[in-house]
């Protein structure tokens, strides 16, 4: 069965090109020119992976309005940001509402489908896990891979796609520093350094708001991060 991509994009040519584009790969595409008309759309089911513009019509930030609506929904379904608007307080503000991706409509379309197919296939490996390794505990931490769902002493921390799998990476190998490079590897993404650190500041905060003294994660100056051993 095809993959369902949604495009929230008020701009007709911009929508219906990147449409057209992406179901010459083989997904079922469907594009939407308000956060009105996508929610509607997204009440009956919700797609594979959603790729959102931030200004939608006259709302300026309904992009963000948009993608803190389906957080709420679901917390695993991979979102792509793609705007022409590259602040990095929207990149921010983007990946702190829970966005896998931020890209600006500069990159080619080899660009955008290149992260497409690295979200899909993240997905895939998080649920198609080896039999023997389903489940992953490092101390007070669970990581259960088929369900991509994660708890901290016993308490469930609500983790993205991108999230999840660069706490999976550190967490597999406590004590080891993984460079910023290695996690955008292990993570199928290819975003720079400041964005990386945005990543884990938002993963901290999420566990802290269920553990106030959680300090598993370390940051190793001038090397990268590593998970704290036990």
Same mark, same amino acid.
């Given at each position: 069965?095809?993959?369902?991509?949604?495009?929230?994009?008020?701009?007709?040519a911009?929508?219906?090109?990147?449409v057209?584009a992406?179901?010459?790969?083989?997904?079922?595409?469907?594009?939407?020119?308000?956060?009105?008309?996508?929610?509607?759309?997204?009440?009956?089911?919700?797609?594979?992976?959603?790729?959102? *513009? @931030?200004?939608? #019509?006259?709302?300026?930030e309904?992009?963000?309005e =948009?993608?803190?609506? +389906?957080?709420? &929904?679901?917390?695993?379904l991979?979102?792509?940001?793609?705007?022409?608007?590259?602040?990095?307080l *929207? @990149?921010?503000? #983007?990946?702190?509402?829970?966005?896998?991706?931020? =890209?600006?409509?500069? +990159?080619s379309? &080899?660009?955008?489908?290149?992260?497409?197919?690295?979200?899909?296939?993240?997905?895939?490996?998080?649920?198609?896990p080896?039999?023997?390794?389903?489940?992953l505990?490092?101390?007070d931490?669970?990581?259960?891979?088929?369900?991509?769902?994660?708890k901290w002493?016993?308490?469930?921390?609500q983790?993205?796609?991108?999230?999840?799998?660069?706490?999976?990476?550190l967490?597999?190998?406590p004590?080891h520093?993984?460079?910023?490079d290695?996690?955008?590897?292990?993570?199928?993404?290819?975003?720079?350094a400041?964005?990386?650190?945005?990543?884990?500041?938002?993963?901290r905060?999420?566990?802290?708001?269920?553990?106030?003294?959680?300090?598993?994660?370390?940051?190793?100056?001038?090397?990268?991060y590593?998970?704290r051993?036990?």
């Amino acid at each position: 069965m095809a993959r369902r991509i949604a495009i929230v994009e008020d701009e007709h040519a911009i929508r219906e090109n990147y449409v057209s584009a992406l179901s010459r790969y083989g997904y079922e595409v469907n594009g939407y020119p308000s956060r009105t008309t996508a929610l509607q759309a997204f009440a009956n089911r919700l797609p594979d992976l959603v790729i959102i *513009d @931030v200004g939608l #019509g006259d709302e300026a930030e309904g992009g963000f309005e =948009l993608c803190r609506e +389906i957080r709420s &929904q679901s917390r695993a379904l991979p979102i792509i940001f793609l705007t022409a608007r590259d602040s990095d307080l *929207d @990149v921010i503000s #983007g990946l702190r509402l829970g966005a896998d991706d931020y =890209l600006t409509k500069d +990159i080619s379309l &080899q660009h955008l489908l290149a992260r497409v197919v690295a979200l899909f296939r993240r997905i895939e490996a998080l649920r198609s896990p080896d039999p023997d390794s389903t489940t992953l505990e490092e101390g007070d931490l669970i990581l259960e891979l088929e369900s991509m769902s994660s708890k901290w002493r016993g308490r469930p921390v609500q983790l993205t796609v991108t999230e999840f799998w660069m706490v999976h990476t550190l967490a597999r190998f406590p004590g080891h520093v993984k460079t910023r490079d290695q996690l955008m590897d292990d993570a199928n993404v290819v975003v720079d350094a400041s964005t990386i650190t945005s990543h884990i500041k938002r993963i901290r905060k999420k566990f802290l708001a269920v553990d106030d003294e959680f300090d598993e994660i370390e940051t190793v100056h001038g090397a990268g991060y590593r998970w704290r051993p036990d």
